[in-house]
């Protein structure tokens, strides 16, 4: 009768589900978690942002800082950006994430130059989906008005997957954020599939050299021919260069050698916190 075949059912429901839930993986279950409690984790004050200085190689002055967001999970305690960024973008939280970085990295600033600390620049990183939505250039435009930055002192940092998706569209919205003044740096460069024909129509300003490329600078001459490459490249398209990951004196010395003109890296400073950060080097605006 319907009595036992709805038993049925629902006994099949069940181990339909104990099946999954066994054989659903670690990663998965992980992910699921963090899903869930990031939703949440704006309002109850759990992301906190750790700042990393730019620096100029002719001088050695700090010209910007670099905002990366971390999460401090009640259980699981602070979680980096490559284990929920993923995440936040595929589930769309990224958005309401992205205008908060924004909002508390501009009042960061702020705060830096109303103590005195005259910081050019901060910057903050696009993803994907925050740099398709729709009102961006509104939303940013508002979070610089409430927050008193200028949008001179801003840089964004897109990856060149971000653009290349759709290249027309993304000059489109790279030309309208640069009218407005500000900074525009292509991150992780030679991670992704960016065709030169297009690395001269994007109207940017720095190129980021992913920290891959730049790891093995001293001992392996492909990546030595290819970072110097890529720099000689950028300078005749009118492109500063920024190395990432730079975490020795030498690396450092090569990228001088071959023009480079700004970095980042552990051997200056590993991101950190805006009170623990040593701001003696800021270069004068
Ligand atoms: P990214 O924008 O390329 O940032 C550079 C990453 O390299 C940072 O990792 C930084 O801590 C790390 N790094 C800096 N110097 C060194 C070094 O000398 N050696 C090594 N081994 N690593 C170094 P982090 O903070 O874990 O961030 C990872 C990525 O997460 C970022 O890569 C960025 O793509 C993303 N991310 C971070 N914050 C945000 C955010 O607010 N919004 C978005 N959309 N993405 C973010
Ligand atoms: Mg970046
Ligand atoms: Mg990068
Ligand atoms: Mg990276």
Redesign the pocket.
């Known amino acids: 009768n319907s009595d036992t075949a709805m038993y049925h059912a629902k006994e099949a429901g069940r181990s339909n589900y104990q099946f999954f839930a066994q054989t659903m993986n670690a990663a998965a279950a992980e992910r699921l978690l963090l899903e869930s409690s990031l939703r949440q984790a704006i309002d109850r004050n759990q992301l906190l ?2 700042y ?1 200085p730019l620096v100029n190689i002719a001088d050695g002055r700090i010209v910007a800082t ?5 999460w401090n999970h009640p259980e699981l305690g602070l979680i ?3 284990r929920f ?1 993923p995440i ?2 595929d589930s769309g939280v ?1 958005i309401p ?2 205008d908060w ?1 924004l909002r508390r990295a501009c009042y960061q600033l702020k705060q830096w130059r109303e103590q005195g600390i005259p910081l050019q620049r901060m910057v ?4 994907p989906r ?1 740099f398709r939505q729709k009102h961006l250039v509104q939303t940013f435009t508002q979070v610089l008005k409430e927050t008193g930055v200028d949008p001179h002192w801003l840089g964004l ?1 897109v ?1 060149e997957s971000v653009i290349m998706e759709n290249p027309e569209e993304a000059i489109g919205i790279l030309c309208e954020l640069k009218a407005l003044g500000i900074e525009l740096s292509l ?2 460069f030679g991670t992704g599939y960016s065709s030169l024909s297009y690395l001269k129509r994007f109207p940017i300003d720095k190129l ?1 050299i ?2 891959s490329f730049v790891r093995d600078i001293t001992t392996d001459p492909d990546d030595e021919g290819m970072v110097a490459a890529i720099i000689v490249m950028a300078h005749q398209l009118s492109i500063r260069v920024v190395a ?4 020795t004196e030498a690396q450092l010395a090569f990228l001088r050698g071959q023009g480079c003109d700004e970095y ?4 200056f400073s ?2 950190l916190p805006a009170d623990e950060l040593d701001t003696t080097s800021v270069a004068a605006c």
């Open positions: 942002l750790h990393q670099e905002a990366l967001v971390r980096s950006p490559a960024i936040a973008e990224i994430l992205g970085v903050v990183n696009l993803s925050q940092e990856t991150d992780d980021k992913d920290q990432e990951g730079v975490e980042q890296g552990y051997y590993r991101p």
